[in-house]
């Protein structure tokens, strides 16, 4: 790409202390514009602005908008490198078919985000478990009202430094299994990242911490017993020795995280299942202490253990509420391979520079 770079001429400063998700964000942005016309165009780094948008830009009144999420980091010798961009690229390429917008293709997709990497490298924090997300995301801004697919978007990449996900750090968290709301239902758009489906789980969320619990444990659309997710992570649980996980079907985000913990334990000769489970069979295991650890997967947080899970009045706890051994070795090795201060057997490092 011919990507046309306009530096900010004022810079910020750059946050010190606790770095809270999502809060704190570096100078610049990359933008491109697609239309039916030119296809992908005028590619630019610009300086991290507001930005204007009509009141009848089809995203807002139809929701064509997609996103990403992945992560930089920072090494030992000052290396940078990205973890298993090409999945996000791929699940971007497979959201947006979906909702009926044009792909970015992958290299595409890398390329953008090295280049402002590069750009904003001062601003990647060196902190334990500190890193710079990254936020790739695609919205319609075509003017005017009518239901159907748009002929202009806007393709945004911004960065921010952040720390923990959660305050608790890693430690467990507390579940409320939600039996009202749903998330996804097959042939929707459950795998789908979307703005949307995070909308529609935000009831869902209201509720649980009303009850003092951290995140939302879903369960299908359709007969509401099967466990899917636990709000924006994939979620799994150590039933004696054998890891057990929702499939991935349709309704259940295909996690990078999730994959790259599954493959991990694998190889740790743990045995796997990605099936469907009912919420009654999980918390049988937990009432016969068979549930011995779970945790959520995601981007954001890397790993969540799970302490307490509470469905239609019965609380079950988890390894006396302690995060479990399995889990923070899954954690260790993990943050290891992002952080390169461990071998990458998988190559699932991506080097900026």
Same mark, same amino acid.
């Given at each position: 790409m011919n990507i046309k770079i306009n530096k900010s001429k004022t810079l910020k400063d750059k946050p010190k202390g606790n770095l809270q998700f999502g809060k704190y964000f570096t100078d610049? %942005?990359?933008? %491109?514009?697609?239309?039916?016309?030119? #296809?992908?165009h005028d590619a630019r780094i610009e300086p991290y602005a507001p930005m204007t948008i009509d009141p009848v830009a089809m995203v807002l009144h139809y929701a064509q908008e997609t996103f990403e999420g992945l992560k930089a980091y920072k090494a030992k010798d000052n290396s940078v490198y990205l973890f298993r961009p090409y999945m996000n690229a791929k699940r971007f390429i497979n959201s947006n078919k979906r909702m009926c917008m044009p792909e970015v293709p992958e290299d595409m997709f890398v390329e953008a985000i090295k280049e402002i990497v590069k750009l904003e490298e001062?601003? &990647?924090? @060196? #902190?334990e478990g500190e890193s710079l997300y990254i936020r790739p995301f695609m919205y319609a801004n075509e003017i005017g009202l009518g239901v159907d697919e748009a002929n202009s978007y806007r393709f945004m990449i911004v960065l921010s430094p952040v720390g923990a996900y959660y305050p608790e750090g890693v430690n467990p968290i507390k579940i409320y299994v939600e039996d009202e709301y749903t998330r996804a239902t097959v042939g929707g758009t459950g795998f789908v990242k979307c703005g949307g489906n995070y909308a529609g789980s935000l009831a869902g969320q209201v509720?649980?911490?009303k009850l003092g619990y951290s995140q939302v444990l879903w369960l299908d659309g359709v007969h509401r017993k099967y466990v899917e997710e636990v709000g924006s992570m994939n979620v799994m649980f150590l039933i004696?020795? @054998?890891i057990v996980t929702a499939p991935i079907e349709g309704t259940v985000l295909p996690g990078v995280t999730r994959d790259s913990i599954l493959q991990i334990a694998k190889d740790w000769g743990y045995k796997v299942e990605e099936r469907h489970m009912e919420i009654e069979e999980l918390m049988e295991y937990g009432r016969k202490g068979l549930l011995k650890e779970a945790w959520g997967t995601g981007t954001a947080a890397v790993i969540s253990p799970i302490g307490e899970l509470y469905y239609k009045g019965e609380k079950i706890? &988890? /390894? =006396?509420?302690k995060t479990g051994e399995l889990t923070q070795n899954l954690y260790n090795t993990l943050t290891a391979i992002q952080w390169g /201060?461990?071998?990458?057997?998988? =190559?699932?490092?991506?080097k900026v520079k």
């Open positions: 610049h %942005m990359f933008v %491109m514009d697609w239309s039916k016309e030119k #296809g992908w001062d601003w &990647i924090p @060196t #902190g509720k649980a911490k004696e020795d @054998t706890e &988890i /390894n =006396n509420f /201060n461990k071998e990458d057997l998988y =190559n699932w490092r991506e």
